[in-house]
């Protein structure tokens, strides 16, 4: 099994322990979108209580990345996401994270 496929794994076990649904397919495909970044302990994880992670998250993925304007649309996404994947979950990975905000937002035609 290649790394890419146990962070897959990894992703999907961590999405059913959290009790939420979800498009393996699109989860690869959201993953595949991060890079290298998902092997890199500090850049697999986003931090829900860091206010300056959460605005980098908007401006590099949902602005840059989906193409979305800013708005209130984009932080109440990011509050509920990380509502989601729980506030004290230490374990917010990237991956889960922008994989939700991409259903979230309906953008799942750009992948």
Same mark, same amino acid.
């Given at each position: 099994?290649?790394?890419?496929?146990?962070?897959?794994?990894?992703?999907?076990?961590?999405? %059913? /322990? @959290? &009790? $939420? !649904?979800?498009?393996?397919? *699109?989860?690869?495909?959201?993953?595949?979108?991060?890079?290298?970044?998902?092997?890199?302990?500090?850049?697999?994880?986003?931090?829900?209580?860091?206010?300056?992670?959460?605005?980098?998250?908007?401006?590099?993925?949902?602005? %840059? /990345? @989906? &193409? $979305? !304007?800013?708005?209130?649309? *984009?932080?109440?996404?990011?509050?509920?996401?990380?509502?989601?994947?729980?506030?004290?979950?230490?374990?917010?990975?990237?991956?889960?994270?922008?994989?939700?905000?991409?259903?979230?937002?309906?953008?799942?035609?750009?992948?």
């Amino acid at each position: 099994m290649s790394k890419f496929d146990e962070k897959i794994t990894l992703y999907q076990s961590e999405m %059913k /322990k @959290l &009790g $939420l !649904s979800f498009d393996a397919d *699109l989860l690869t495909k959201v993953t595949k979108g991060l890079g290298p970044s998902i092997y890199k302990a500090d850049a697999e994880t986003v931090s829900g209580s860091d206010e300056k992670e959460l605005e980098t998250v908007k401006n590099n993925f949902l602005i %840059k /990345k @989906l &193409g $979305l !304007s800013d708005g209130p649309k *984009l932080d109440s996404a990011l509050e509920s996401v990380i509502e989601k994947v729980g506030k004290s979950n230490r374990n917010k990975y990237r991956a889960i994270v922008y994989y939700l905000l991409v259903k979230e937002l309906g953008q799942e035609s750009k992948y």
